[in-house]
Nanobody, 133 residues
C-alpha cells in the first residue's frame, strides 16, 4: 500500500524558511516522479516542484524558482521541499504526490503540461504552511 506522509508545515513570517518532508513507502519502483503541490483556499491545486528519483532531474513552477529546492533522499525514500524567502502568497496546504511507473509519454506530458495533478496517482494528506506579513 503506497503511503505518502508529509510533515514540516508551520506558521512563519515573510522572508523566513521552512523545510517540508514527505516520507514515501509501500512500493519498490526505482525511478519514479515525486512532486509537491499546494492549494490555497478558493484556488486550484498548483504544482510547485517535481523530481525524478532515479536521475534527480527537477522542475519548478515559475512562482518558486530560485526560492524553493526539491531534493530526494534515496536511503530514506523521502522527498524534501526547502522553502526560502517565503511570501504571504506561499500560504497554502502543501501536498506530496507520486507517479510510480513514469511510463513512456509521462515526461513529455510533464514538460508540455507542467506539474499538473492529473499526472500523479498517489497523494498525501497535506501539511499547512502559513506565511504572515
Amino acid at each position: 500500500q503506497v503511503q505518502l506522509v508529509e510533515s514540516g508545515g508551520d506558521s512563519v513570517q515573510a522572508g523566513g524558511s521552512l523545510r517540508l518532508s514527505c516520507a514515501a513507502s509501500g512500493y519498490n519502483y526505482k525511478n519514479n516522479c515525486l512532486a509537491w503541490f499546494r492549494q490555497a483556499p478558493g484556488k486550484e491545486r498548483e504544482g510547485v516542484a517535481s523530481i525524478y528519483t532515479g536521475g534527480g532531474s527537477t522542475k519548478y513552477a515559475d512562482s518558486v524558482k530560485g526560492r524553493f529546492t526539491i531534493t530526494h533522499d534515496k536511503a530514506k525514500n523521502t522527498v524534501y521541499l526547502q522553502m526560502n524567502s517565503l511570501k504571504p502568497e506561499d500560504t497554502a496546504m502543501y501536498y506530496c504526490a507520486a507517479n510510480l511507473d513514469t511510463a513512456p509519454g509521462f515526461d513529455d506530458a510533464l514538460q508540455r503540461l507542467g506539474i499538473t495533478p492529473d499526472l500523479f496517482a498517489y497523494w498525501g494528506q497535506g501539511t499547512q504552511v502559513t506565511v504572515s506579513t
